[in-house]
């Protein structure tokens, strides 16, 4: 079982910057990968960033975001962060974490936890 809880949403303008983390509450963090995933109004879930717990933390990205995202974890601290530069008003959206027990981290369906999401929005 994990518990994670999202935090450092908020509102910034276009070309701005900000970090998301999201720690979890379990016992073991591995093996487990970690993804962000973002909803927009009116829109689905789409797979934002992943990162796995093999391969030494492999990542792989949606390609609206490759270049400006960045995922990383700190496996000491439970925590997954994902950095967000150069924000455009089209990544508004909430922000979910989720951990796949897989390991993979990938942009598959293998996501069994989520938190409760962290609201992003980007001014034009």
């Known amino acids: 079982q994990v518990q994670l809880v999202e935090s450092g949403g908020g509102l910034v303008q276009a070309g701005d910057s900000l970090r998301l983390s999201c720690a979890a509450s379990t016992r073991a963090f591995g093996p487990y990968g970690m993804g962000w995933f973002r909803q927009a109004p009116g829109k689905e879930r789409e797979f934002v960033a992943g990162i796995s717990w093999w391969s030494g933390g492999s990542t792989s990205y949606a390609d609206s975001v490759k270049g400006r995202f960045t995922i990383s974890r700190d496996n000491a601290k439970k925590t997954v962060y994902l950095q967000m530069n150069s924000l455009k008003p089209e990544d508004t959206a909430v922000y979910y974490c989720?951990?796949?027990?897989?390991?993979?981290?990938?942009?598959?369906?293998?996501?069994?936890?989520w938190g409760q999401g962290t609201q992003v929005t980007v001014s034009s």
């Open positions: 989720a951990a796949d027990p897989t390991g993979r981290g990938s942009r598959g369906n293998n996501y069994d936890y």
